[in-house]
């Protein structure tokens, strides 16, 4: 007896007790089955985790890389002012000055004016509501999602000048391609002495861009600074001054010093209050996603105890007999918690594979799942990205596997404490 209380925890025999447990047949008094309804569940429900983690991770880093790559950082534009003629403007006269004290704040890397207006677009008998960007070809050279992506793109940036740059789902909409003209009305045009006329112009594609975002590239169109003002009547005026910042997760701090560099009439809107409410709806998600798939994990884990309630029960027997030649309480309990913890430990190992095998190979997969669909399995026009992304990072692997193997571990002791408080004696009285 005392030899076998000072035994170390965890002792080769103990190993070995519990594994002859684990692989033992029904008929031996085992629970094969449910050892591998366990550790199938626990697999599954590890793996779906960790799916679920890396789309979300995935889609909100591609979400927030389209916002940053295609749109201002921080948008400078003007407070509601008196012109000369007793009227009310917000236009910026003195742009070239305000872009200036723009660039010239710390973590600035970009200042550009722009003209903006919404208007609508006509080709080959197609029509299209736009949104026009009137910008340098400078300041459009700079912006990553439209003029670095070469792969994604088609025509010559450099003829910017010439003609008009558009998006992939504008062109796709109106049936054009580069080298074709596109017909652009607005409908506050020239003023006559009969009033206002709608205003027509037309256009070369010179230049063809894919920025990543379904809404951007289905209604975006770029044009010249100067040809934008003509046709909008902006002569002399700019809408607003488009910002980029070098670290735009810290673009909160920015408001002040840039609002500071234009004076009392300047007004900032950051990426963040355009799309800060999606993106906690996102934070929100994620959290209610994490928790739902926790009870997932958990209800796989409660199939460890069954199992090992029903292991005890059937091997009460074996428990009198290892009681009696001196195994100490320490030891059955250590035997049965192995029997549980590596069931547990092999279906996160599983899981953690299985997952991250769907993560690394989610765009093959995710194009089975359209084939088998016939297509249309994933829409751009709702989810405004257009595939399905994922990306595994450590630290949401650790968060399955960490919540897993407490889980697992957790549940492990209650059955396998029942079996060591076990009287031998009760144990062996009906055998």
């Known amino acids: 007896m005392d030899a076998a209380r000072s035994t170390k925890p965890f002792s080769r025999f103990e190993w070995k007790i519990a594994w002859a447990y684990l692989r033992a047949r029904r008929e031996e008094g085992g629970v094969s089955v449910m050892t591998w309804i366990s550790l199938i569940g626990i697999t599954l429900a590890v793996a779906a985790l960790i799916i679920t983690l890396a789309v979300r991770t995935g889609f909100r880093n591609e979400f927030v890389d389209t916002i940053l790559g295609a749109n201002a950082h921080v948008t400078v534009y003007s407070a509601l002012y008196e012109t000369e003629d007793g009227g009310t403007a917000r236009e910026i006269p003195d742009y070239e000055d305000w872009a200036a004290k723009l660039a010239a704040v710390e973590g600035v890397t970009a200042a550009a004016p722009l003209v903006r207006g919404q208007v609508m677009a006509t080709a080959n008998g197609k029509n299209a509501g736009i949104e026009v960007y009137g910008i340098s070809a400078e300041d459009l050279a700079r912006i990553p999602r439209v003029a670095r992506h070469p792969d994604e793109s088609w025509g010559d940036l450099s003829r910017f000048s010439e003609g008009i740059a558009i ?174 913890a590596v069931t547990g430990v092999l279906g996160t190992l599983f899981g953690v594979v299985i997952g991250g095998l769907f993560a690394i190979y989610i765009d093959q997969i995710m194009s089975f799942v359209n084939w088998l669909n016939g297509g249309g399995a994933w829409d751009p026009s709702i989810r405004g990205i257009y595939a399905l992304p994922a990306e595994l990072r450590w630290e949401d692997v650790l968060k399955a596997v960490s919540l897993s193997l407490g889980l697992s571990f957790l549940v492990t002791i209650f059955p396998a404490r029942r079996a060591a408080r076990m009287n031998p004696v009760e144990a062996l009285r009906y055998e």
């Open 167 to 340: 998006g992939s789902g504008v062109a796709r909409e109106l049936g054009v391609m580069v080298g074709d003209r596109v017909r652009i009305i607005s409908p506050e045009g020239a003023k006559t002495a009969f009033g206002t006329s709608p205003r027509v112009s037309s256009f070369e594609v010179v230049y063809v861009f894919t920025a990543g975002r379904y809404d951007i590239d289905r209604t975006r169109v770029y044009l010249p600074f100067a040809e934008a003002q003509r046709f909008f009547n902006r002569e002399g005026v700019a809408d607003e001054i488009e910002v980029m910042v070098e670290r735009p997760d810290e673009v909160d701090r920015m408001a002040v010093p840039l609002l500071m560099a234009v004076g009392e009439r300047g007004m900032v809107w950051t990426w963040r209050d355009a799309s800060g409410a999606f993106l906690r709806a996102l934070d929100i998600e994620d959290n209610v996603m994490f928790v739902i798939l926790s009870v997932l994990v958990l209800i796989a884990a409660m199939n460890i105890v069954s199992g090992l309630i029903m292991l005890v029960k059937n091997k009460g027997r074996d428990i009198g007999i290892l009681r009696t030649i001196g195994l100490s309480e320490g030891s059955v309990l250590r035997v049965f918690f192995i029997c549980g």
